[in-house]
Structures are given as structure tokens and as C-alpha cells.
């Protein structure tokens, strides 16, 4: 339980029980695709029934009107320069797409990101240098796990060492891009986003700096872009992931200054979207240009208003949201490393509610018969990552208000018994690799991209 202003929420299985969360199995995997509460559920269902009821009432009017206002209220949770800054869209994806896809490319121009970055990253920077003619370039990061001692520098070192290569090359001015993750998808860690965005500013000012932040709204505490945006030129995060909205709900802000530059084209050009601003156009604004994509559900979008109201009236506000998550995933992080023996992927510092943990053991290939044997024996979801880099088999386990350490507890139990089990092959020589499962859209690791 939690006491805010004389008030108890509770947290915890009573979720459950009372039906706040839908969920008929054990997930330690809600990073990846989330759970949507009951509550914001009927919410969404309501505004489906409105819509359907009078369509031409509600795309032409109603819809706009609730948009713009779900859409002042996230933009002022961000704490956003100007609302009209922020636009809401399907996903965090939808959003790096929908910036690079943008820009006016020169040719061998290059746009880089770290070897962590998101598959989705990788695979739009792919596509760009096939069809646009410009390098990719990829920055590499130290071998997890990532110590104490190595802390930021696993990410601040190889960032110094390519922009000083670029530097030393007078190349610095192709680079138009740099993507940076606020937390990384697998490990599920945060980076020293403030100082790498600097570094990237101070050797080149022009270059425009794109944070992923998927993982981050509802995750990290106090997320406030003029406080940390200083160096950003675009910031975006998923709804689904951390905030409860349902899936299909993201958002996108874009630096004023950056607007007249780029100017984003929704990744789906509609009969309401002109290609740019011109003088026949001038009411053109950023915020426009996504409201209306084509006809499709919105209701994702407009569920973020319910989202806030779940988070202050049935949870207690952010305060008290965090507190309980953060408290248990430190609480299960160290009550797992010491009942199986093992290391973490990165300091206690570097997590939020993800905690990152190697498992015992050491054969890839039965990476994915211990998903099975989770899923299938004792109904838990987890995601397990084999890091080619170290050789580590390690899971990244998500910390949830509807979980409680005793779920952890089995969760420990479980996967010991699996391993005396299967005594012979834990400890083998296999040679069967585990891909990175993403799902987040995103992400789900072992030999999927989702995560």
C-alpha cells in the first residue's frame, strides 16, 4: 500500500484481483508491449461508441477538438517549450521514421547511432543509405557487462572517439544525424543521454540530434525536455510501454527552432497534408500536419487523458507509482543475483524499472526452451537475450505495480528447477545463438526483433 494525501492505493496483486489490469498470466515482460488497465480500456471503448454513432460529427469536429486538448496536456507532462511543438502519433517508430524520412539528404551525408540502438534505427538508417546514398555510421559500446568502474564511459568514450575520427577526417560536416537512446531496449538501461547529446553539440553544432526515447514516459521520473533538452533536436517515446495508454499511442517534439528546417511529414501523406508550408499554405503547423492521417481509429491518441486521471486516482499519482516500482525492482534485482549467483549487465544507477540480470546459464540454446519452460510450466513471460559481444545469457525482467516480490520469489525458483532439469545441457558447448527480441514494437529477444 501506498498513503498519498491520507489516501491508500494499493499496488500489487490487489490490482489483480480487483481487475485494474486484465492480465492472466505472469508478466515480467511489460516492457514490451505494455497492459492497458481496465479503466483506460472502457474509456477507449467509450470514444469507439461515439465515433461510431455519429462518424462525420466526430472525424470532422469532435475527434480535432479532443486531440488538441489530449495533446496540450502531454506536452505540458513533458514540460514542452510550445504545445504545438508536440504531435501524437502510432508509435516511437511511426516517429524516427517520420524525421529521417525528412530530411533533405546529401549524397554520403551520415547519420550515426550506437551499436545498442533499437533494430527499427538500424533498419530505416539501412534503408536511407540504399535509397538516399548516405553512410552509416555505427558506434560501438563496450562489452557488457558494464562495471562500476566503466559506468558512463562505456557510452561516452566510443562517442568521443568517432565524432574526434570524424574531427581528424573533416568530416565532421556530413554528419546530419546522431541518434542517441534515453533507455536502451536490451540491456534495459539508461545512458548518460544528457552529456552525449552535449558532446555531439560541441563538436558539431549543425548536427542534428534525435533521442529515442521509447522506453522512457512513465519510466523515467519527472521527464522535463527544457530541463534535459538543452542539446535535443527531437525527442519521442511510446504511450504503451510505461504510461498505460493502449497500443498505438506515441508521441513527437520537434526544437522550434528545428520546425522550418525539417518539418516531419507524417509517414502516411493524407488528403489533408500538403507536402510543406508555402505561401499558398501558410496555417500549415506541425501539429496539423499529423492530426489527420487518414480515416482510422484515433482512439489510441485521446486515451493518453485517461492514462493521466489511472495514474493520479487509481495509483496515487506519479510519486507514489514510482516509489513502488523502483523499490521492487531494486528489491528483486538483488534478490535474484544472490539466489542464482550470478552478475548484473549494469550498476543499480543505470536501471529503472527494467533490471538486467545474467541467468544461470551458459548454453544459447536453451535460451528459448526456457521461455517455453516458463510460459508452458508455471505461465510467466520473460525475455531472454544472448549478447554475442560477451557471450552473456542474461534476461531483462520489468517491474510492474500489479507484481509483487513473491512473483519474483517463484520466478527464482522456477528457472533453478529448469536448470536442474536440464543439468547436462545448461552447462554445455551449443551453438545455437539467441537474437535480441524486440518487441516495443518493438521488441521481445530470443531470435526475434522485438523488445
Known amino acids: 500500500d501506498e498513503t498519498v494525501d491520507g489516501q491508500k492505493f494499493k499496488f500489487g496483486h490487489e490490482l489483480l484481483r480487483n481487475k485494474e489490469f486484465l492480465l492472466n498470466y505472469t508478466n515480467f515482460n511489460h516492457g514490451s508491449f505494455g497492459a492497458c488497465p481496465k479503466f483506460i480500456l472502457e474509456y477507449q471503448s467509450m470514444l469507439r461508441l461515439q465515433q461510431e454513432q455519429q462518424p462525420d460529427p466526430w472525424m470532422r469536429y469532435r475527434y480535432l477538438q479532443m486531440l488538441n486538448e489530449t495533446r496540450r496536456k502531454v506536452a505540458e507532462y513533458i514540460n514542452a517549450d510550445k504545445d504545438e511543438n508536440v504531435v501524437l502519433l502510432e508509435s516511437a517508430s511511426t516517429a524516427v521514421n517520420s524525421v529521417l524520412r525528412s530530411f533533405k539528404w546529401e549524397n554520403q551525408s551520415k547519420i550515426a547511432y550506437f551499436t545498442t540502438a533499437y533494430n527499427m534505427v538500424k533498419n530505416t538508417a539501412g534503408f536511407l543509405a540504399e535509397y538516399e546514398n548516405i553512410d552509416v555510421v555505427t558506434i560501438p559500446v563496450s562489452t557488457f557487462p558494464i562495471t562500476e568502474d566503466t559506468g558512463d564511459d562505456a557510452f561516452l568514450l566510443p562517442l568521443r572517439q568517432m565524432l574526434e575520427n570524424l574531427r581528424k577526417q573533416d568530416e565532421l560536416h556530413k554528419l546530419r544525424v546522431v541518434v542517441l537512446d534515453h533507455i536502451l531496449s536490451c540491456p534495459g538501461i539508461k545512458t548518460p543521454l544528457e552529456a552525449l547529446a552535449a558532446m555531439v553539440k560541441n563538436y558539431s553544432p ?54 522550418k528546417k525539417l518539418f516531419p511529414e507524417p509517414t502516411v501523406i493524407s488528403s489533408e497534408n500538403s507536402i510543406s508550408p508555402s505561401d499558398e499554405s501558410p496555417s500549415i503547423t506541425l501539429s496539423g500536419r499529423f492530426a489527420y492521417t487518414s480515416t482510422r481509429d484515433y482512439t489510441p491518441l485521446l486515451s493518453f487523458d485517461a492514462a493521466f486521471d489511472f495514474r493520479q486516482k487509481i495509483l496515487g499519482g506519479d510519486a507514489a507509482l514510482y516509489e513502488y516500482v523502483r523499490n521492487l525492482a531494486l528489491t528483486a534485482r538483488r534478490y535474484l543475483i544472490n539466489l542464482w549467483n550470478v552478475t548484473a549487465i549494469a550498476p543499480e544507477y543505470m536501471e529503472e524499472f527494467m533490471i538486467n540480470i545474467v541467468l544461470p546459464i551458459n548454453n544459447p540454446s536453451m535460451g528459448m526452451k526456457l521461455q517455453d519452460y516458463l510460459l508452458k510450466q508455471h505461465e510467466m513471460y520473460v525475455v531472454v537475450v544472448h549478447d554475442k559481444g560477451s557471450g552473456l545469457i542474461y534476461t531483462r525482467l520489468s517491474a510492474q505495480v500489479y507484481l509483487e516480490i513473491s512473483d519474483f520469489k517463484e520466478l527464482g525458483r522456477a528457472v533453478l528447477d529448469f536448470v536442474n532439469l536440464n543439468i547436462n545441457h545448461v552447462h554445455g558447448s551449443g551453438n545455437v545463438h539467441l537474437g535480441v527480441s524486440r518487441v516495443d514494437e518493438d521488441e521481445d529477444v530470443v531470435e526475434s526483433t522485438i523488445v
Open 206 to 259: 549543425e548536427t542534428f540530434v534525435l533521442v529515442d526515447g521509447a522506453h522512457a514516459l512513465g519510466q523515467i521520473p519527472n521527464l522535463n525536455l527544457q530541463s534535459i533538452g538543452k542539446n535535443f533536436d527531437a525527442y519521442l517515446s511510446n504511450g504503451h510501454k510505461w504510461f498505460y495508454t493502449p497500443k498505438g499511442s506515441a508521441f513527437l517534439w520537434i526544437k522550434q527552432t528545428q520546425i
